[in-house]
């Protein structure tokens, strides 16, 4: 059974930072093409926040986080991670990881991955 896991979520303030986790079992990462970082606030759609390539570590960010956000993978442990500095309010959302199924990265659809359940950011000023 296929199951990603998130982690560290939670509470900061502004500017300040916060590393998330996202852990695969039954699932060897290195396996996907490429890993994906979305976000979702309420009332808003699910924005895709970073990836990483697999083969190569390449990474791609959405523009609201570039230099701020780095998205890396540790394949001992089957890990990816998403470290968030510099947070501001409108970072605050529910962050879910997926990994794509298939041989093409489309990291900006949604279907075709396994995900996570998604953990909690909340940013205040």
């Known amino acids: 059974q296929v199951q990603l896991v998130e982690s560290g979520g939670g509470s900061v303030q502004a500017g300040e930072s916060l590393r998330l986790s996202c852990t695969g079992s039954g699932y060897t990462f290195a396996y996907s093409v490429c890993i994906t970082w979305f976000r979702q606030a309420p009332g808003k759609e699910r924005e895709r926040v970073a990836t990483i390539y697999t083969d190569g570590g390449s990474t791609v960010y959405a523009d609201s986080v570039k230099g701020r956000f780095t998205i890396s993978q540790d394949n001992a442990k089957n890990t990816v991670y998403l470290q968030m500095n510099s947070l501001k309010l409108e970072d605050t959302a529910v962050y879910s990881c997926?990994?794509?199924?298939?041989?093409?990265?489309?990291?900006?659809?949604?279907?075709?991955?396994?995900w996570g359940q998604g953990t909690q950011v909340t940013v205040s000023s």
């Open positions: 997926a990994a794509q199924r298939g041989s093409i990265c489309n990291d900006l659809d949604p279907r075709g991955k396994y």
